[in-house]
């Protein structure tokens, strides 16, 4: 079974300017998530989709930040105007989601330098 | 808060040494994950104990649950170099959201 595929996997970008991550989650999956990764900490959840509906968008800097998922299948996350502060690794997972128990798989993230 | 913490923050030990890390979490949990990630790399799922359920083992790997501390631990067994990474702890609340501690940063030596 095909994994969770993320690109770009690196970009660079000066501050102010804009970037599009893209996820393409494993098939059947019904949950998707978007998480923030600064080096040396823990995974910071930004949204999550439930189909093509948004679940939980409470820490998602909606100022800049952006994502949708059209159709209930691949989702784009996008970042306008970019900041220092954003530099991070982000990193696409899918679940089954729904009632039941079920684990996350993870993409290998974008890393995302902003100078 | 709804992420669980991770103690010790990093662990050394020598090949063949068991490993025990710990997670508390303060909130109301579906159930609690354990993963593994790789300098530079994804995350990768380790283990999946639902909140009714005590101990659960796969491989060399042994997690506990005890709801009534909020608290969980993960045991390696017989630890390899290649089992060095960072070890986080996922809590799984209502409607599937899924939140990450800070994780556990562990060294084997050879």
């Known amino acids: 079974e095909a994994g969770v595929a993320q690109s770009p996997r690196y970009k660079i970008i000066e501050k102010r300017q804009s970037v599009a991550f893209w996820c393409n989650p494993i098939?059947?999956?019904?949950?998707l998530y978007w998480y923030q990764q600064i080096l040396g900490q823990g995974p910071k959840l930004l949204i999550q989709?439930?189909?093509?509906?948004?679940?939980?968008d409470s820490q998602l800097p909606k100022d800049r930040f952006s994502a949708e998922r059209l159709k209930g299948v691949d989702s784009t996350l996008k970042i306008q105007p970019a900041k220092l502060e954003d530099s991070a690794v982000y990193l696409c997972?899918?679940?089954?989601?729904?009632?039941?128990?079920?684990?996350?798989?993870f993409g290998q993230g974008t890393r995302l330098t902003v100078v | 808060s709804q992420q669980g913490e991770e103690d010790p923050q990093a662990l050394s030990i020598q090949e063949g040494e068991n490993a025990t890390m710990n997670c508390s979490y303060k909130?109301?949990?579906?159930?609690l994950q354990w993963y593994r990630q790789n300098s530079g790399r994804g995350l990768v799922h380790l283990i999946l104990?639902?909140?009714?359920?005590r101990e659960k083992h796969s491989g060399r790997l042994r997690v506990t649950l005890d709801t009534s501390k909020k608290s969980s631990s993960l045991l390696i067994t017989a630890s390899r170099a290649a089992d060095t990474a960072s070890y986080f702890c996922?809590?799984?609340?209502?409607?599937?959201?899924?939140?990450f501690g800070e994780g556990t940063q562990l060294t084997v030596n050879p």
């Open positions: 997972a899918s679940s089954l989601g729904g009632t039941g128990d079920f684990a996350a798989f």
């Open positions: 989709f439930q189909n093509n509906g948004v679940v939980d």
């Open positions: 996922a809590l799984e609340t209502s409607g599937s959201r899924l939140t």
């Open positions: 104990i639902r909140s009714n359920e």
């Open positions: 909130t109301s949990i579906n159930n």
């Open positions: 098939s059947g999956h019904a949950t």
